[in-house]
């Protein structure tokens, strides 16, 4: 094992640093969000740090860089309120890392990119056709993190699409058939390969698998 | 593709809908959060929702559920402001989830689940030595997320210890040889597989591996 002090990781090259300390937390769930503004443009753009926050009601919420670094998904979404997360699978993450380029103004990445806006159920923002796990999110609320200028924005589900094979008999979704990858760092995608679940865990009793 | 509205959604047992919203956000970065009171006992929880906040300074935040559901590791960081967050390997994935036992006032995870306390370098709570992904944080800031009294938990680095191979000539940690999994749902665990890196996205040229 290799140690390392905050002393030294911060006066590392800022490439060399983030890449370390983007990796150092683990692997990401990896998701396109899509957005429009009030006058109906599109954005999509590739986010990985998304985070599960409540099942009832369900929420989820994701961090975005300052508003410098990205500005369009988050301005989106206060002005609509409405945003859709989408999984990415292998067979179109190259397409969703090529979304994190600045395309200029009025460009939607949709286009740009390849990937097909699917709207449906009158939702006003598209889902990504080519995504085996798609979710619809309305705007619960957005925390300032005033340390580096990011912000939690936390959102309620609304509404769920899932490829019918990923859906188990308890309700779990088995990602890995769904194709959903996961990333790592600032630019790594993998999959993943079932290892195993466990019963709720009890004291007085081994560990069990199921 | 199936449909699921949040109506329906709200509308089923909540072990069904547990495991549906918890794996609806995708994969999860499953790590052992090691933390200890004023009387130096320690505690040993396992946590997924886990979140890079930023890499300068370097921060990472995880999401602590209600206190009446999981009091202990909160509390004690609150108390001390010190706690390591250990990656997960499939070695010792069983160990793991069975830190989620509710085990009486007074236990130590380490020793009823059979994981290693590591102390070193005079940080005043141990790593878990089974693991190669280890760091070591300070508390910054808790942010109470009230719609469902859940904590956003945000820690700077300290220290990180990682596997010597995993770490690439850019920084890039390669965590699938290091062993470190992912985590699904409330109770499901999976090993990763490389997929592809690309390089920094740029609006004028074609998506490239790296």
Redesign the interface.
């Known amino acids: ?6 002393e030294e ?2 006066g ?1 090259d ?18 396109l969000i899509a957005s429009r503004n009030e006058a109906g443009q599109t954005n999509l753009a590739i986010f990985s ?13 994701f ?1 975005n860089r300052p508003r410098e670094a990205a500005p369009h998904t988050i301005a989106n979404i206060e002005a609509t309120g409405k945003y859709t ?1 989408n ?1 990415v699978r ?1 067979e179109f ?3 969703a ?8 103004e009025g ?1 939607s990445e949709f286009e ?1 990119v390849g990937l097909t806006p699917d709207y449906k ?1 009158g939702f006003e923002v598209p889902f990504v056709k080519e995504s ?4 619809a999110m309305e705007l ?2 957005i ?1 300032s ?1 005033k ?2 200028n ?1 912000f ?1 924005v ?1 959102g ?9 094979a990923a ?2 008999e ?4 088995e ?2 058939s769904a194709g ?3 990333s ?2 600032l ?17 007085d ?1 081994p ?1 069990r ?2």
């Open positions: 094992m290799k140690h390392f002090s905050i990781i911060t590392w800022r490439f060399y640093r983030a890449n370390f300390v983007n990796s150092l937390s683990g692997f990401k769930p990896v998701s740090n998304i985070v599960h926050i409540g099942a009832d009601p369900a929420m989820v919420g961090i997360i999984h292998a993450a190259a397409q890392h090529q979304t994190s380029a600045k395309y200029p460009a740009e159920l085996h796990v798609q979710y619960f609320e925390i993190l340390m580096n990011t939690l936390v309620k589900l609304q509404h769920a699409f899932v490829e019918k859906l188990k308890d309700g779990f979704l990602l890995s959903s990858m996961v790592l760092g630019d790594a995608y993998y999959e993943t390969i079932p290892h195993s679940r466990f019963a709720y865990a009890k004291p009793q560990t698998s199921i």
